[in-house]
């Protein structure tokens, strides 16, 4: 047998390794992925090579009771259509060992989420081994690219590892899983979510995770942290801009250094979450990864939703009358609506307009309000949300919904690659 060393490299290079940028596009009712498509060509004829990946989660499956392989089967019609011939991916977004049988035939990408492990406590001889073999995280720390030192005690390193190691050893449980249902190969890309959690992780901690899964040779190569602020769904980021700067710059430090203290692989990047619309910290993500020369994942989904939208409005007549009764359906069933999402969105109600107002809006009017144009005064993030958080209801209107994409085409295409070239992929990646 070969010594560890050599194992573990050439498993690195059998491994599917991600492209250093990636976009997560969704699409949840599996007809935007030749538009979304489009906004990745126009990045590319632009000169920046981002590659796409289709994300769906099981929330969204569920609720729209969606069959899993359409997201597949979706992305790779339109590879096909328009002759994508660089990397793509499907990704098992936010999955556990409960869930994840179902998206083993059809994704090549899988987000296994612990947030709901993280601060119960590992065994107490795992936690304690952890300790002993890491003596190289105790003490004066110190990471390139980060201007402070860290003075890290033993206590300090149980305390953490009591907070993450379970939630990293389930993490492997769900690694292990896949490969073994897979064939036994790392064809596909892992990435860890702990996003869904309340604090934002230090560089500490996040360092000592990446020790922690580096030790269950988990080949990560994406991580979503917490970040610090509010990413609500479909609308900008609420929070210390600044603060977000420094913190994702440090996030990017703790990487490249774990990468090359714990041998992890070389493609290992932050993933964004909820990533759709943040104009304000598009500036700073697109200068730190510039700094340190480090890869990017960002996840999209619900803002093509609300381009549909845009799109059935835009065209007017039955297009603009079914976007005008689903927003109509969505103020009825608001709070079953909005229960699931209550964390990641901040509506105004009484910055909702009736239900009646709505049904005398124009085409102008209704896009106005929906589209993400903080410049346009009839701009409304409160109307926008609900909708964002509204898609079950046109789930609901079945064929009706399904007869005006195809009848809305045009707009709805064009609508949809405009706002993710333009407003994400542009500010993002094109120079
Ligand atoms: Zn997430």
């Not at 936010?94 to 492990?117: E, G, M, Q, R």
């Not at 080949?219 to 970040?227: V, Y």
């Amino acid at each position: 047998m070969a010594n560890s060393r050599e194992t573990k490299s050439n498993r690195k290079e059998l491994m599917l390794k991600i492209s250093p940028y990636s976009f997560g596009v969704g699409d949840r009712f599996a007809h935007q992925a030749k538009a979304q498509l489009q906004a990745l060509i126009n990045a590319k004829e632009a000169g920046a090579n981002v590659v796409p990946v289709w994300n769906k989660s099981h929330r969204e499956h569920t609720t729209i009771g969606s069959e899993i392989a359409s997201t597949e089967a979706a992305a790779r019609a339109a590879v096909d259509a328009l002759n994508w011939t660089d990397p793509w991916h499907v990704d098992a977004d936010h999955i556990n060992l409960d869930i994840v049988d179902h998206y083993i035939p059809t994704s090549d990408f899988y987000t296994i989420d612990v947030a709901k492990y993280i601060g119960n406590a590992a065994a107490a001889d795992d936690v304690s081994a952890f300790v002993d073999r890491h003596p190289e995280l105790v003490g004066e720390i110190s990471i390139t690219g980060i201007d402070e030192t860290f003075q890290i005690t033993t206590e300090e390193v149980t305390r953490v590892a009591n907070h993450f190691l379970l939630a990293v050893q389930e993490a492997a449980k769900v690694y292990q899983h896949i490969k073994m249902e897979r064939g036994d190969v790392d064809n596909f890309v892992t990435e860890i979510s702990m996003d869904e959690t309340d604090n934002p992780q230090t560089p500490p901690e996040l360092l000592i995770i990446l020790a922690a899964v580096a030790d269950e040779n988990i080949p990560i190569q994406t991580i979503a942290p917490k970040f610090t602020g509010r990413f609500n769904k479909g609308v900008d980021y609420v929070g210390d801009v600044e603060q977000f700067e420094k913190e994702f710059n440090q996030d990017l430090a703790v990487l490249a250094h774990a990468v090359k203290a714990y041998g992890l692989p070389d493609t290992l990047k932050l993933s964004v979450h909820s990533g759709s619309d943040k104009f304000s910290i598009y500036g700073p993500i697109r200068r730190g990864i510039a700094a340190f020369g480090a890869g990017l994942h960002i996840k999209t989904a619900g803002t093509t939703w609300l381009e549909e939208l845009i799109g059935l409005a835009e065209a007017g007549g039955d297009g603009l009358k079914l976007a005008q009764d689903i927003y109509e359906s969505a103020l009825e069933h608001s709070d079953a609506l909005r229960a699931p999402y209550a964390t990641v969105i901040d509506i105004d109600d009484d910055a909702l307009p009736s239900a009646s107002e709505v049904h005398g809006w124009s085409s102008e009017q209704y896009t106005n309000a929906l589209r993400h144009d903080q410049s346009n005064p009839e701009y409304n993030l409160s109307f926008r949300q609900l909708l964002h958080v509204g898609y079950k209801i046109a789930a609901k209107k079945g064929d009706r919904y399904y007869e005006q994409l195809v009848a809305c085409e045009e707009s709805i295409s064009r609508n949809v690659t405009t706002n993710l070239y333009d407003r994400h992929l542009k500010p993002l990646f094109v120079s």
